[in-house]
């Protein structure tokens, strides 16, 4: 029996007549629903606990909104259970009152910049216009009626024009602004992200080599938006030539060679003969090209400042470029490995006897260029970005054990020290402002200036010098700086976490969404080397206290570790395939199938909600998409909740570099779960991803207060001596559900009690 892709008319959207829960066409089934026509006691079907699961994963849409409202049931016999129904009705109410408020804000916002880009021309004002265009699209229910709006059309016309000039004009931000904006509008038919990313790759390049000159592009449009100025940039951590140490040629034609043999584009249909070397080498050089025409450069690399000798680099790399780009109408001849070590040479020599770039750069942008030919996940890891891959993938990292952030002044503040680290160990304490790094002012640093400079090899040691508000002997409050000199370790990032903190150490989770009911929810933020065996405490812990049923939150879980989610998938499933791995012909390369699991991790007989989202990817999505199948094909009881998942089913293979600095990440294959359609997102695809079995909305203003308080909620305020802080303020999880913040989560829950709570009886119903 194959269940329909989603449940219900917005689940109460009948009676509240609100779309916050969309519906989708059912799909046709191989077992009928039982007639209903002439029932008036729903609980016939296969009994009362499962009556609201069996109409949901039916796709009876009149039924199961019936059947979750709450005068359905008998108050009398079912009291929480009807609350709850009758709390998330009242929060459905409440969210499209925010969207209506929202998309009236949005419009005034629009009206407002609209009015002023008319008055003084500014593509700023501009900006802000197709900001709240962007927003719109988010809130509003019928798109095709909002662009139909010809005062949108013009106002997209005119970003459009604004963006191409203000690229021509070397307006680098605006005009990245506004292409961004563009292409968040046209997401599915990628209009614009040619021009996002030639725009990121010039202003990726400033970043690198020219860091203080995007810290004055960026301090001048604050200034010119009426806000504060930036601090004074700090170089601290900032050097290029840092960065590029370790690079030479034989690792960037090494990347690009393997790349050429292996990437899975090689016999993609977007190429009738795959992606060659004669595409990566002009890749290569366009990249250059846009390096040596970014006039930014030119405070760092003094040769851009001569004209002569820039135009004669670009002659020289246009000349080359017009010998290998097969699309220029020439018959050419395909180039291979020897070609490539040519090219790169000949472009070396020009440089040195033209603008005279250090060839460390020229290789580093030949090599980031050539790899944008392929695909987003394809690329260089470079000597200086390797250790953060590492800590990204085995979910540890060499540091002090600190999370920190930019406040509203841009200074360094310390949101909490990790338990057992040795920051907590020395004393450092939330709300600590960073100050000096190793006696070197910290004020202006970015976060990843500061992570760079805090981190670093183990036993190694870093002084930090920090300001905190004390109390004085008069009991008054006063600024004090303290030093501390820390000892860097390897710090542990687990990925598997609770429902609500119940202490400061990893493991301190209440996993219990709804103890009285038993109904668990454990929350994965990647699959890391650990992961497996902290969901396995985490299942081991509840099942100790009673577990009926799990919330899987996926959300925002952008992946990691593939064993780790076939490992996960096989505490859910009981048999048959997790994930297989196919090449650019569809042929099956590799098949991961269920693995055995000790019973008492196994949740294969529990109901299941599987939260996911936009941004759910790579192993979330195998993970959510092989319960899914299994639960279609009756092997378990799960449903899939939430939102479309990010359509990331690509497999990238990590491969040493020569010397052993770098790495690089290639696409080899694509993955594929047991379902009609591949996870990926490829150019064109109008599917893709994990599609829940029930959709449910939730607005941008609603995801972004979830976020803040699920983070401050995760935080166990520590005093000096890393004591509790028993009367801290925090908030509380719960507030989630009963304020209406995660509809999601709430609907989850909503769906499992009934599930759970054998009392639950219904009241006569009467269908049509």
Sequence with gaps: MKPSKSILIALLGTALGVASLSTHATSPTSEPMPDMSGMTDMTQLHGTTDLVWELASQGDDSGIAQLLMPESWDPTTNTQFTQALTLLQENLTKQEATRTESINEANETLDK?????????????????????????MLHTNKDQLFADPKISTLIDQSIQGAKQAEADKDWLIASELFYRLNAIYDQENTFSDDVDRLTRRLTMIRMYAPERLWELRNDR?????????????????????????????????????????????????????????????????????MATTTDLASVFEGFNDPKARQS????????????????????KPA????????????????????????????????????TELDPYTAIIWPDEVARFRRSTQGEFIGVGIRIQLDELQNI?????????????????????????????????????????????????????????????????????????????????????????????????????????????????????????????????????????????????????????VKLASRFVPEGMVVKTVDASGITQDRQDVRSVNPKYSLRDLPVVVLVN?????????????????AHQGKNKALVVGA?????????????????????????????????????????????????????????????????????????????????????????????????????????????QSQVDESITKTTMTTD
């Design 336 to 371: 291979g490995a020897y070609d490539l070590r040519r090219v790169i040479d000949s472009i070396l020599r020009s440089s040195r006897d033209t603008v005279a770039v250090m060839p460390e750069a020229i290789l580093h942008e030949f090599g980031n260029g050539a790899m």
């Design 413 to 565: 503040t310390i949101v909490t020290p990790l338990t057992g680290t040795p920051a907590q160990r020395a004393g450092l304490q939330s709300d600590d402002i960073i100050k000096k790094v190793n006696g070197i002012s910290a004020i202006g640093l970015g976060l990843d200036q500061a992570v760079e400079v805090i981190t670093g090899p183990p036993n190694t040691k870093v002084t930090l010098t920090i300001e905190r508000t004390v109390e004085n002997d008069q009991g008054e409050e006063e600024l004090k700086e303290f030093e501390y000199t820390i000892t860097r370790a390897k710090i542990d990032l687990p990925s598997v976490k609770g429902w609500s903190r119940t202490g400061p150490a990893n493991g301190d989770w209440d996993y219990f969404i709804d103890p009285d009911q038993g109904i668990g929810y454990i929350r994965l933020t990647g699959f890391t080397q650990d992961t497996t065996r902290d969901f396995d405490r985490a299942v081991v812990q509840m099942k100790e206290h009673g577990l009926n049923a799990l919330v899987l939150d996926l959300r925002y879980n952008p992946g990691g570790l593939l064993d780790q989610a």
């Design 614 to 630: 936009e941004g759910s990817a790579s192993a979330s999505e195998i993970v959510s998409g092989a319960i899914q199948a299994g």
């Design 313 to 332: 680099f670009l002659d020289d790399l246009e000349e080359l470029k017009s010998k290998y780009d097969l699309a220029g109408g020439m018959k050419i």
């Design 113 to 137: 910049h609209l009015a002023l880009f008319e008055d003084n021309g500014s593509l700023i004002e501009l900006s802000k216009a197709l900001s709240a265009v962007v927003a719109l699209q």
């Design 222 to 290: 604050r200034i010119q938006e009426g806000l504060d100025p930036l601090p004074p940039y700090n170089p601290y951590g900032d050097s290029y030539t840092e960065k590029l140490d370790g690079i030479d040629s034989v690792m960037v034609r090494t990347a690009l060679q393997r790349s050429v043999a292996q990437h899975i584009a090689r016999q993609s249909s977007m190429s009738p003969t795959g992606v060659t070397m004669n595409d990566l080498i002009v890749a290569g050089i366009e990249s250059i090209q846009t």
């Design 644 to 752: 479309r998942s990010f359509g990331k089913g690509s497999v990238q293979n990590v491969y040493m570099l020569p010397g052993g600095l770098s790495a690089m990440k290639l696409t080899t294959q694509h993955y594929q779960i047991d379902a009609p359609r591949m996870i990926h997102k490829v150019p064109g695809a109008t599917e893709w991803g994990i599609e829940p079995d029930l959709h449910v909305e939730m607005l941008p203003s609603q995801q972004a207060k979830a976020l803040i308080l699920r983070r401050d909620a995760d935080i166990y305020p520590l005093d000096k001596d890393g004591n509790v802080i028993i009367d801290a303020e925090r908030p509380d999880p719960i507030t989630l559900i009963t304020d209406g913040i995660d509809l999601q989560a709430q609907t989850a829950l909503v769906i499992l």
